[in-house]
């Protein structure tokens, strides 16, 4: 069933306990002509996806969320969009939590708490049969529970001490989400959504190893105006990441 946001108003919401994964269907809703402004939610997610094909499996409690866009922006700016997800989804935790900066930002969109990472995002978008883009959000986070075995150390809501419901954090992640879609589609408004997830940045100024096509090791100096991670390298030159995983130095991956 689907239903008005009432937190977010333009924006619907279909409800399912359980599904295989919110991105797949928030995708079969655009190929059969949804406007868009559609979040999709499952109470549990079976064979959900992560970033780089990995899987995101989220059991009853924790958050499973798609949201569905079409023609958001000019399709050269649609790799901005996890990092304003991020920020978007760091504020909703705030007001559900009831705290102020709990969550740091690890490039590009990861949430992490103490070191730890609470929350996942995934973008992907795929060009519809009418010649408009189709661009999907998913958005898990661990409310009650997390996975033991990741790439990093991983925590919850719950063993952190915060009593935040899905359906609560849900709320406030449509209120904030729209928010910040609102500002990003200003003129200039990603420099505002750059500037606010570099205030909450995980690992500025340190050393870190970047894992992609090539693995790099250098000081996370910046996010360039697109949002890209800028490395500084030993040598003193400087490097533009596009994509990759980012770990400290020492930590097995």
């Known amino acids: 069933m689907t239903n008005p946001a009432s937190q977010a108003p333009g924006l619907r919401i279909e409800r399912h306990e359980s599904a295989g994964s919110t991105n797949t269907l928030a995708f079969e809703r655009a190929r059969a002509g949804d406007p868009g402004n559609l979040w999709i939610r499952a109470d549990r997610q079976t064979t959900g996806r992560g970033r780089l094909g990995r899987s995101w499996s989220s059991p009853k409690g924790n958050l499973s969320a ?5 023609d958001p922006q000019p399709r050269e700016r649609i790799g901005e969009l996890p990092l304003v997800a991020a920020v978007a989804l760091a504020d909703a935790l705030d007001k559900a939590a009831g705290t102020f900066g709990l969550a740091k930002l690890k490039w590009p969109n990861d949430l992490l708490v103490d070191g730890a990472k609470l929350s996942g995002i995934l973008l992907e978008a795929e060009h519809l049969s009418n010649g408009k883009t189709a ?15 990741g790439l990093y150390p991983c925590t919850d809501l719950a063993a952190l001490g915060y009593r935040v419901s899905a359906d609560l954090l849900f709320d406030r992640l449509c209120e904030a989400l729209k928010e910040r879609l609102a500002s990003w589609r200003e003129p200039g408004g990603f420099s505002v959504i750059r500037r606010d997830w570099i205030a909450r940045a995980a690992h500025k100024g340190q050393h870190i190893t970047v894992k992609g096509p090539r693995e ?13 991670l800028v490395l500084e390298l030993e040598n003193g030159g400087k490097e533009t990441i596009y994509a ?10």
Do not use: K, M, W
């Not at 798609?66 to 079409?70: A, D, E, Q, R």
């Open 216 to 228: 790099l090791t250098g000081r996370f100096l910046d996010l360039d105006e697109r949002g890209y």
């Open 66 to 70: 798609s949201l569905l866009l079409i």
């Open 135 to 149: 661009v999907v959000l998913g958005i898990g986070v661990n409310c009650v529970a997390h996975p033991q075995d």
């Open 244 to 253: 990759g995983d980012v770990f400290l130095p020492g930590f097995e991956h």
